[in-house]
C-alpha cells in the first residue's frame, strides 16, 4: 500500500516570488509519482510525472519536481508564480505496472498567488 | 482530440434514489477509473475498468458499482443515495502504451438533499 502526506494545507506566496509545495510518500515498492493541479470547479490536470530516469522532471507552466528517493520526497517547485497559479496542487502515487492508473492522493495543498 | 467527457455536469437527487453518471474515454484508451472527491475526504480511488471487466475497486460499498461498455465507455451507479455520496465524481482514462499516465475530465457533481 501507498501512502501520501502534502505537508502544507495551505501556500500563500507573492507574485513572481519562487515556491515549492512540498509532498513525501511511503510505500514498499517501486512507484511512479504525479503531481495535478485543479482549478475551481475543475477536473484535474497533469503537471508532471515521474516514472523513472532523471530524477529532475519538468512539466507545463514552468513547474518542475524532483524524486528523492532516499527522503521518500517529490517536491513541486516554480521559480516564478503568476496569478494564474492559483489552484489546489495534488500529489499522486501508484504502484506501477497495470495498476498504473490506481492512485493515492494527497490532501491537496492550495497555492493561493497575491498580487 | 477530445479528452474524457463526463455528464451529467451536475446531479441533484433525493436520498435513497439512484444516481447514473456517465464517462466516455479518450480515443484509443481501454481503461476507465472513477475517482470521488468529497469535502474532507479527499481524492478517493473508486473503481477500476479496463477491456469491459472491472479490475479493482477501492474501499466503498457495494451500491457504488458500474460497467464499462463495448466502446470503452463507462458507467457509474450510486444506489440507496446517502447525504454523504454529495460530491465530485471524477472519470479518468488510460492505457499502457499512453505513457502509464491517465486523464481525468471535468467531473460530475452530485448533491443528495
Known amino acids: 500500500a501507498q501512502s501520501v502526506t502534502q505537508l502544507d494545507s495551505q501556500v500563500p506566496v507573492f507574485e513572481e516570488a519562487p515556491v515549492e509545495l512540498r509532498c513525501n510518500y511511503s510505500s514498499s515498492v517501486s512507484v511512479y509519482l504525479f503531481w495535478y493541479v485543479q482549478y475551481p470547479n475543475q477536473g484535474l490536470q497533469l503537471l508532471l510525472k515521474?516514472?523513472?530516469?532523471?530524477?529532475l522532471v519538468k512539466g507545463i507552466n514552468g513547474f518542475e519536481a524532483e524524486f528523492n528517493k532516499s527522503q521518500t520526497s517529490f517536491h513541486l517547485r516554480k521559480p516564478s508564480v503568476h496569478i494564474s497559479d492559483t489552484a489546489e496542487y495534488f500529489c499522486a502515487v501508484s504502484a506501477g505496472g497495470t495498476s498504473y492508473g490506481k492512485l493515492t492522493f494527497g490532501q491537496g495543498t492550495i497555492l493561493t498567488v497575491h498580487p | 482530440e477530445a479528452g474524457v467527457t463526463q455528464s451529467p455536469t451536475h446531479l441533484i437527487k433525493t436520498r435513497g434514489q439512484q444516481a447514473t453518471l456517465r464517462c466516455s474515454p479518450i480515443s484509443g484508451h481501454t481503461s476507465v477509473y472513477w475517482y470521488q472527491q468529497a469535502l474532507g475526504l479527499g481524492l478517493q480511488f473508486l473503481l477500476w475498468y479496463d477491456e469491459g471487466e472491472e479490475r479493482n475497486r477501492g474501499n466503498f460499498p457495494p451500491r457504488f458499482s458500474g460497467r464499462q461498455f463495448p466502446n470503452y465507455s463507462s458507467e457509474l451507479n450510486v444506489n440507496a443515495l446517502e447525504l454523504e455520496d454529495s460530491a465530485l465524481y471524477l472519470c479518468?482514462?488510460?492505457?499502457?502504451?499512453?505513457?502509464?499516465?491517465?486523464?481525468f475530465g471535468e467531473g460530475s457533481w452530485l448533491t443528495v438533499v
Open positions: 515521474y516514472l523513472s530516469g532523471s530524477t
Open positions: 479518468a482514462s488510460g492505457r499502457v502504451s499512453s505513457g502509464n499516465t491517465i486523464y
